[in-house]
């Protein structure tokens, strides 16, 4: 059984956004709309400070809420894993908007484009039908069945792997098959200590935080909420 | 030790969300209040109409608001697990059944209060099954929309009494103790907040918090007079509308401060942060 | 070219200083969609083959619905920001005979004016970007004759300018790194790789943290680079050299000398030389090498001796002269000399960390934890082989960043840098501190070959001439660097390392003793904006509009082609065509494991008129009657890559105007040919398809020390006598001519540099402007946004909202605590204030800064440029001055400004957008 996972190293990622805009690209969001996105967090109190970059887009959960809450089911689970939103369906309420604990949804109303009239790029691209529905990473979805209708690898050829993994700069991102145990994210995640964000909620997301445990001995003052 | 980034409030749910959730709890409410109160003839339909067209009224708000309004049957689609479908399914049932009650189909009325009773509950757990907003997952949300839901129904029923002649003392008792209940089920639900949620959602309660004692107040200080009969006979119904008034302004504006303002959404958060290197 | 389908055109992103990097374009139905990496370049890229953020504004850069797309021409004759320039559009030919008209009366007259300079200048944008853009242009300027290339925009002097000169005198270091592949401990003044060191620095700096590198960084804000370090020192601005002072204090007067690497001292610096009772080196008598003191034999030989083995320390009586300026020889006879090491280890006692806690505001315990832990990662004796040959393995470096390593105080730290380095043996070799570029020396692309012998066992360079007989007061251009800064050399890249911001200053005073500085009469302006980008922006516009005549190409309208005569769009980043060198060992770390070429080639159609670099090039030749001397510059090499070589003779006629891909094409072949020995001959059609052509390159080229070892050179250090005398020939000559405003400057020159306070000149600087030093109690810094720098892509939207992902994008950057007491929430509007200005921003709290200081990322305050201008995001640029005060020995400045902040109050005026500066009595009337 396949299914899909992302380990990002948090030790490598240094918030370039190269990600964000590789992204950007590969799926031809609309200005503001970004399905994946480095955070750029701040801890402690100077001189004890701490600032770490977070990549962050929809974990493609096991149990996913937004998935849950989807009152027309344009919200579905594929075997291997990914979560898909059916745009002819969707009826645009963004209640999985506000159930993802991830904030890995948006919903734009109208189109846009980056200077207001659409340039050719953006004319070319443009699809009516994301406007006034729920949108969201979806692991490159399309890369991944036309590259493995080739033969092809996810996580280890290009043509078949989400945009980000292929674009970041210091190699923090790692995909594949996680069920697989020789495949390089079943390793990432096996060789290193790891997290996954919002555990307690118990919606098993997919993606897998890398961290070096060297630094647990570290005090840093939570920040205050 | 967990590292929490900053939350962020939700925007993407604005007023005419809100607008539902006032709407279809104060709608809903008065219909089982109306059920419950045992109104009667010109008054029983008066009520029933005005809670169908306040649950209406709501919906037609949060339409406003979809992305593709056009495809709004489709909200039907998933019953399975979606409160919203479930709340759609539970207005879709109570319109004709609170028709039937209002051609004084027997055995219709009390149908109505039920359904009505199951669209507020289908509202109040539509919120709490939304995760990403710790206000709204927070268990005891759902009895709190609950209750407010009754509480405003029972403010409004009581607000339109002088008019409509409805409602008896042992029934405004009955709705003060709601009144009462609701700010208890609140307290216990902000103490349960208390670390869960950031500062500004913690202020936007505690201001909702005021608002909503000075409604407890009010009405019950208005009930107790009632039910003490320190008023005279002519003022009675006067008093049972003030103490519903208060009541129901009390849950909007707790509504409006729940969907609008303490809904910060979960905050990214790092049970560990990354060591960048040998220590 | 066919438009319909789906194809990856592979190209290169060199936008900024740090590529290329190499990508492929999607381009669906002849429209340009999506960028990606070349895949197929992976195993040849030192950072995987992946493509910097920058690179994904290219679309939106290629569509811009504000770009110029016709020529134009000013039709007001008054120049002005408050003035309306009136562009209208005009053909080529209209703006060629516009162009030419004026160039041909400039040959028919004279190239250069009364005052000697060129009546052509022409400024390009930093680190050289341009050049991978410009198609022949600089065959054109060749051909041309004199042109003055020293009206900066900020590069050089804003840069690593201290480390350029200086890095590339001692280690042939214009640009120097850790040799981050291998090095365990890195301490990084400053130094932001993650946002300056491209792809290639992100991803090895990864590598290496996961490797278990360990980097501390020593910086007043807690940057990207701290974030991603080990360890984040919060240093009090403009004290790094204190800092880096302790550290050789412990090395020297706190750990046993057998911790450092005293035999690479011994026989690989000049430590063992005998320096003089008058500070000079004792030399030989007949053939004047320095000496050293010969353990074997008890008595001085010529540093050169065979089988000497050199004293590090002491004190010794020998028969020797001393020599100082000028040839003048000080002492002959028996006289006592001191080793260079010695006299180090006496002037270093005084830098203890106890003493340097006080001025750096960093304990002194941190500055010891941190100088024995790079001596115990150093790993002295230890050896490593690559590729068959053993070198010390010193796994330690140093690195520095912009203010650290430019302006007062640069010398210091670069030297101090250098110095931790030799201590430990860990220069130029594995996992040390290695130079990576040449840009004063030459050849340029081949940087060991440029570390010829030169005198007294050192390296050659070419300083400029400080004798009586060759020094002039009467500099070929107006920024003076022949005359005024020996080390900044004569080469292509010496007019833009000189003090640029002198030939704006001195268009208003030109001090005594220099031709008055006049404008230009026709300034060509390419891929740089020096009214957003250099200091005192304002006043910078106010000159320009000073300038005859202006020729601006231009992607988009911008603050400084606002002052243009004429427009000219060129053909951008996807629409041009260029063949560039890649790979070898070039900027901060792109030292790779491969070299060769790669295209840059147009994947859609330009936009408009928009025409190729190269086209307009060989039409201003043709129209100038250059057409010969250009495509003989070409010929020679002008466009990247000499045309005739052993392995082949592509040579274009020299009298007929060529098509940019008959150019291209020659320049393709030539290029194969020179990488291939001849026996691979590509031709433009075939780097369309493939994009790129590469061999191996030696990883033991990345290392100097092999070459010093075998051409028996010595790393010229600690002592810097060349300098020493150098500096003292140049005072000698100023005052000759009675030139005495540049005697601060010449104190500088020292053969081993005092720790000073070198952010004292900033602070006087406020008094000099009338204000009072306690009023303006804040170091406002600035650092470079990885997004933005170098990019010239201000105006893109998608790099706009990736950005704003991090934090002080929007606004100031400040303490939270310090803002919590001025009352400053965030996202408030604050106001920053210098005695004479103001610009206005929104406050940004963050705990990762030091209570004392600001901080501005990138340089915006755009007030013409489309999009750009609305983002109401204030600059240094604007609050910093240019003064002799301010101006260092290499001519150099830094970015740092002492600055008062406080809540504004109301609105920003309407007439004075938020982030202009404007005068300080403006604010508070008359």
């Known amino acids: 059984m396949t299914r899909y996972a992302m380990a990002v190293d948090l030790n490598r990622c240094v918030g370039c956004q190269t990600c964000t805009a590789a992204c950007k690209h590969a799926n031809a969001t609309p200005p503001g709309v970004q399905w994946r996105r480095v955070l750029d967090l701040e801890f402690g109190t100077y001189p004890d400070v701490a600032r770490v970059f977070v990549p962050t887009a929809c974990q493609h959960c096991d149990d996913p809420p937004c998935m849950d809450v989807c009152p027309t089911q344009a919200t579905k689970k594929r075997p291997d894993g990914i979560v898909t939103i059916d745009y002819d369906v969707c009826i645009g309420c963004a209640?999985?908007?506000?159930?993802?604990?991830?904030?890995?949804?948006?919903?734009?109303?109208?189109?846009?484009?980056?200077?207001?009239?659409?340039?050719?790029?953006?004319?070319?691209?443009?699809?009516?039908?994301?406007?006034?529905?729920?949108?969201?990473?979806?692991?490159?979805?399309?890369?991944?069945?036309?590259?493995?209708?080739?033969?092809?690898?996810?996580?280890?050829?290009?043509?078949?792997?989400?945009?980000?993994?292929?674009?970041?700069?210091?190699?923090?991102?790692?995909?594949?098959?996680?069920?697989?145990?020789?495949?390089?994210?079943?390793?990432?995640?096996a060789g290193n200590a790891h997290f996954r964000m919002h555990e307690e909620l118990r919606i098993g997301p997919r993606v897998y935080y890398l961290y070096d445990a060297t630094r647990e001995d570290t005090p840093i003052v939570e920040e205050a909420m | 030790m967990t590292y929490r980034g900053r939350a962020a409030l939700q925007k993407v749910w604005d007023a005419r969300a809100a607008a539902n959730f006032m709407g279809g709890g104060a709608g809903s409410g008065l219909i089982v209040f109306a059920v419950a109160g045992d109104a009667r003839g010109f008054a029983f339909d008066v009520l029933l109409v005005a809670g169908l067209a306040l649950i209406g009224g709501g919906l037609l708000s949060v339409w406003h608001e979809l992305g593709r309004p056009a495809r709004a049957l489709n909200v039907f689609r998933h019953a399975k697990t979606s409160w919203m479908s479930r709340e759609a399914i539970a207005a879709a049932l109570l319109v004709p059944i609170a028709f039937a009650a209002i051609a004084a189909v027997p055995g219709a009325a009390m149908l109505a209060a039920f359904a009505a009773a199951a669209f507020a509950?289908?509202?109040?757990?539509?919120?709490?099954?939304?995760?990403?907003?710790?206000?709204?997952?927070?268990?005891?949300?759902?009895?709190?929309?609950v209750v407010t839901a009754f509480v405003e129904g029972g403010g409004l029923f009581f607000a339109l009494s002088p008019?409509?002649?409805?409602?008896?003392?042992?029934?405004?008792?009955?709705?003060?103790?709601?009144?009462?209940?609701?700010?208890?089920?609140?307290?216990?639900?902000?103490?349960?907040?208390?670390?869960?949620?950031?500062?500004?959602?913690?202020?936007?309660?505690?201001?909702?918090?005021?608002?909503?004692?000075?409604?407890?107040?009010?009405?019950?200080?208005?009930?107790?007079?009632?039910?003490?009969?320190?008023?005279?006979?002519?003022?009675?119904?006067?008093?049972?509308?003030?103490?519903?008034l208060a009541a129901t302004a009390g849950g909007a504006y707790l509504k409006y401060a729940l969907v609008l303002r303490a809904a910060f959404r979960q905050a990214p958060a790092l049970p560990h942060l990354p060591a960048r290197g040998r220590r | 070219m066919s438009t319909q389908g789906v194809r990856r055109i592979p190209t290169y992103c060199y936008q900024c200083v740090a590529g290329p990097d190499l990508l492929t374009v999607k381009v669906v139905d002849g429209v340009a969609t999506e960028v990606e990496p070349n895949f197929c370049a992976a195993a040849v890229h030192p950072g995987n083959g992946k493509v910097c953020v920058k690179a994904y504004g290219l679309v939106q850069k290629t569509y811009h619905p504000n770009r110029v797309t016709t020529p134009m021409k000013r039709t007001n004759p008054r120049k002005g920001r408050d003035e309306d320039p009136g562009f209208v559009p005009i053909t080529w030919n209209e703006a060629f005979t516009l162009i030419a008209g004026k160039l041909n009366v400039i040959r028919a007259e004279a190239l250069t004016d009364a005052s000697g300079y060129p009546r052509v200048a022409a400024s390009f944008g930093g680190g050289g970007t341009p050049q991978s853009y410009m198609g022949t242009f600089p065959a054109f300027l060749s051909a041309w004759g004199p042109v003055d290339m020293g009206f900066g925009s900020g590069q050089g002097v804003k840069c690593y300018h201290s480390e350029h000169l200086y890095g590339e005198l001692w280690h042939r270091a214009f640009t120097v790194s850790p040799d981050t592949p291998l090095c365990d401990y890195l301490i990084s003044c400053g130094a932001n790789v993650e946002a300056s060191g491209g792809v290639a620095g992100i991803f090895r700096h990864a590598e290496a943290r996961t490797r278990g590198m360990k980097r501390v960084q020593v910086e007043p804000h807690l940057s990207v680079t701290g974030a991603c370090s080990a360890e984040w020192v919060p240093i009090k601005p403009k004290s790094d050299a204190a800092f880096l002072f302790a550290l050789m204090h412990v090395l020297l007067h706190e750990l046993p000398r057998e911790r450092l690497d005293v035999r690479f001292l011994a026989r690989h610096t000049a430590s063992p030389y005998l320096v003089g009772p008058n500070g000079w080196y004792l030399r030989d008598r007949a053939t004047?090498?320095?000496?050293?003191?010969?353990?074997?034999?008890?008595?001085?030989?010529?540093?050169?001796?065979?089988?000497?083995?050199?004293?590090?320390?002491?004190?010794?009586?020998v028969d020797a002269i001393e020599v100082g300026p000028d040839d003048e020889v000080l002492s002959d006879g028996v006289v006592t000399g001191e080793t260079g090491f010695t006299q180090l280890v006496a002037h270093m006692k005084?830098?203890?960390?106890?003493?340097?806690?006080?001025?750096?505001?960093?304990?002194?315990?941190?500055?010891?934890?941190?100088?024995?832990?790079?001596?115990?990662?150093?790993?002295?004796?230890?050896?490593?082989?690559?590729?068959?040959?053993?070198?010390?393995?010193?796994?330690?470096?140093?690195?520095?960043?912009?203010?650290?390593?430019?302006?007062?105080?640069?010398?210091?730290?670069?030297?101090?840098?250098?110095?931790?380095?030799?201590?430990?043996?860990?220069?130029?070799?594995?996992?040390?501190?290695?130079?990576?570029?040449?840009?004063?020396?030459?050849?340029?692309?081949?940087?060991?070959?440029?570390?010829?012998?030169?005198?007294?066992?050192?390296?050659?360079?070419?300083?400029?001439?400080?004798?009586?007989?060759?020094?002039?007061?009467?500099?070929?251009?107006?920024?003076?660097?022949?005359?005024?800064?020996?080390?900044?050399?004569?080469?292509?890249?010496?007019?833009?390392?000189?003090?640029?911001?002198?030939?704006?200053?001195?268009?208003?005073?030109?001090?005594?003793?220099?031709?008055?500085?006049?404008?230009?009469?026709?300034?060509?302006?390419?891929?740089?904006?020096?009214?957003?980008?250099?200091?005192?922006?304002?006043?910078?516009?106010?000159?320009?509009?000073?300038?005859?005549?202006?020729?601006?190409?231009?992607?988009?309208?911008?603050?400084?082609?606002?002052?243009?005569?004429?427009?000219?769009?060129?053909?951008?980043?996807?629409?041009?065509?260029?063949?560039?060198?890649?790979?070898?060992?070039?900027?901060?770390e792109q030292f790779w494991n491969h070299q060769g070429f790669a295209l840059r080639q147009p994947v859609v159609d330009a936009a408009g008129e928009a025409r190729d670099m190269t086209d307009i090039a060989t039409e201003l030749a043709k129209r100038t009657g250059l057409l010969d001397k250009y495509n003989a510059a070409i010929n020679r090499g002008a466009a990247g890559v000499p045309l005739a070589n052993a392995n082949g003779d592509f040579s274009l006629p020299v009298d007929a105007a060529h098509s940019r891909d008959a150019i291209w094409d020659a320049v393709c072949k030539a290029a194969s040919a020179e990488l291939s020995g001849g026996r691979e001959i590509h031709d433009l059609a075939w780097f369309k398809a493939h994009g790129l052509a590469t061999k191996p390159f030696p990883r033991t080229d990345w290392y100097l020390f092999p070459t010093m070892v075998e051409r028996g050179l010595r790393f010229e250090l600690p002592y810097q006598e060349r300098l020493a005398r150098v500096g003292a020939e140049l005072g000698r000559r100023l005052h000759e001519h009675d030139m005495h405003w540049w005697d601060r400057q010449l104190d500088e020159y020292q053969a081993l540099p005092k720790c000073k306070d070198f952010a004292a000149p900033w602070e006087a600087a406020v008094s000099v402007a009338g204000g009072k030093p306690v009023d303006f109690p804040f170091w406002l810094l600035t650092a470079r946004s990885m997004q933005y720098a170098w990019g010239g892509n201000v105006g893109m939207q998608l790099i706009r909202e990736v950005a704003d992902n991090i934090a002080g994008h929007r606004g100031v950057i400040m303490n939270a605590q310090t803002a919590a007491k001025l009352g400053i929430d965030d996202a408030d509007d604050i106001e920053i204030a210098t005695p004479h200005r103001v610009v206005r921003g929104k406050a940004v709290l963050r705990q990762g800064i030091r209570p004392d200081t600001l901080l501005l990322l990138g340089q915006f305050a755009h007030w013409a440029t489309p999009y750009a201008k609305d983002f109401g995001v204030p600059s240094m640029n604007a609050l910093a001055t240019m003064s002799m005060d301010l101006t260092d020995a290499t001519g150099s400045g830094a970015d740092i400004v002492r600055v008062s902040i406080a809540k504004a109050k109301g609105r920003a005026p309407s007439q004075a957008p938020m982030g202009r500066a404007r005068a300080r009595r403006e604010m508070s009337g008359p």
């Open chain 1, 95 to 189: 209640y999985c908007v506000v159930a993802c604990p991830y904030d890995a949804r948006t919903k734009v109303t109208k189109p846009a484009f980056a200077y207001g009239t659409p340039m050719q790029n953006e004319a070319k691209r443009f699809d009516d039908a994301r406007i006034g529905v729920a949108t969201k990473c979806t692991f490159c979805v399309e890369r991944i069945d036309d590259g493995t209708a080739k033969g092809l690898t996810p996580g280890v050829d290009p043509d078949a792997t989400p945009a980000c993994v292929n674009s970041c700069i210091a190699k923090a991102l790692t995909f594949g098959d996680i069920d697989d145990p020789q495949s390089d994210v079943s390793k990432a995640v």
């Open chain 2, 121 to 145: 509950v289908c509202q109040a757990r539509m919120l709490q099954a939304a995760r990403a907003i710790p206000a709204w997952r927070e268990p005891l949300s759902a009895p709190l929309l």
């Open chain 2, 163 to 244: 008019w409509l002649r409805v409602g008896d003392e042992r029934l405004l008792v009955f709705f003060g103790s709601f009144v009462l209940l609701r700010v208890i089920v609140f307290l216990v639900y902000r103490r349960a907040l208390a670390n869960v949620v950031p500062q500004a959602a913690l202020v936007a309660l505690d201001r909702a918090a005021r608002v909503l004692n000075a409604s407890t107040v009010v009405s019950l200080v208005a009930v107790a007079i009632v039910a003490y009969g320190l008023t005279p006979e002519a003022w009675t119904f006067a008093a049972a509308s003030i103490a519903g």
């Open chain 3, 288 to 317: 004047r090498k320095p000496l050293v003191f010969d353990a074997l034999t008890q008595r001085a030989a010529a540093f050169d001796a065979k089988d000497v083995i050199e004293t590090l320390e002491g004190r010794f009586d």
């Open chain 3, 350 to 588: 005084a830098y203890s960390p106890d003493w340097a806690a006080g001025v750096c505001d960093v304990p002194a315990k941190t500055i010891r934890k941190i100088a024995r832990q790079f001596v115990d990662h150093a790993h002295v004796g230890a050896t490593i082989e690559i590729e068959g040959l053993t070198l010390p393995f010193r796994p330690v470096a140093v690195s520095l960043g912009k203010t650290v390593n430019n302006g007062w105080g640069g010398y210091e730290c670069c030297w101090a840098r250098t110095m931790l380095a030799a201590l430990v043996g860990g220069l130029e070799v594995p996992g040390g501190t290695l130079g990576t570029t040449v840009r004063l020396n030459r050849p340029l692309s081949e940087r060991l070959a440029s570390a010829t012998p030169g005198p007294d066992g050192f390296m050659s360079y070419p300083m400029n001439p400080t004798d009586k007989a060759r020094w002039s007061p009467s500099p070929n251009i107006r920024n003076a660097y022949r005359s005024m800064v020996p080390l900044a050399g004569n080469g292509p890249w010496s007019q833009a390392l000189g003090p640029t911001h002198f030939s704006w200053m001195f268009l208003d005073d030109t001090p005594k003793g220099l031709p008055r500085v006049t404008p230009p009469d026709v300034w060509f302006v390419y891929r740089t904006n020096p009214a957003i980008s250099f200091w005192d922006t304002d006043a910078l516009g106010d000159k320009m509009a000073r300038f005859p005549f202006v020729v601006a190409f231009a992607f988009t309208r911008d603050e400084t082609n606002h002052f243009a005569d004429v427009l000219l769009p060129d053909a951008t980043d996807l629409e041009s065509l260029q063949l560039i060198r890649i790979g070898g060992s070039k900027y901060v």
